[in-house]
């Protein structure tokens, strides 16, 4: 869902040449992206049940403000990395471009060529290869990489397939201990009382009862 959305906002806006496109960083339950052209901005983002943030208009100042109490601050870190914070003050007024409990004061990064649909794709590849192949210290190895890369652009879901993934090629390599620890990245979202919503249930219950799997396997 996360890159679907990404995608989505991202061909919206392709014939901006100039745009910089961001995407979210590091918030594994929700999803979007911003778009930056000039002093131009357009930002979409869901929350974890699909609630919806829409946004656009002119920064001035590294702020945007929207005349009826709304205000974003625009915090920019070189050219791949910007944050946005809403001030307490104007948490009300910037509410009304949501739906029920979705934000979009959070961080956003240029995607990495790997994290791309066609650089997942590729690594993707890649793995399956060396794992068919019974490589799997290698392919323990691509999906490591994969994770350090992407880990932080990607859902919660795809994180634990990724985990999972990584799991099972320590525990064929015969290294449980590896395994054991690749399995304690998602711990968070393995606890009873994590509510994965439901957008998000299907893929969470599959990954959810292979992590269990996995780590028996792996004791």
Known sequence: MKKT??????C???????????????????SGGISITGKRFSLNTASQRGNICDLDGTIKNNQYRDGKGCVVRFHFSGKNLVELEVPESAREACSE????????DSAYAVLPAACTEQGEKATEKRFQTAYR???YRQAAQIKQQYIASC???ISFTDRMHAANDLAVSHKNAGDKAACRRALATIKTWLDPEFDPGYIYEQDYQREAKAAAYNLKLCR
């Open 151 to 153: 880990g932080k652009f």
């Open 12 to 30: 919206a806006l392709a014939a901006a040449a100039t745009a910089q496109d961001y995407a979210l960083y590091d918030s594994p339950t929700e």
């Open 5 to 10: 959305l990404f995608a989505t906002l991202v």
């Open 133 to 135: 192949a019974k490589q």
């Open 97 to 104: 471009y949501c739906g029920m409990n979705a934000r979009f």
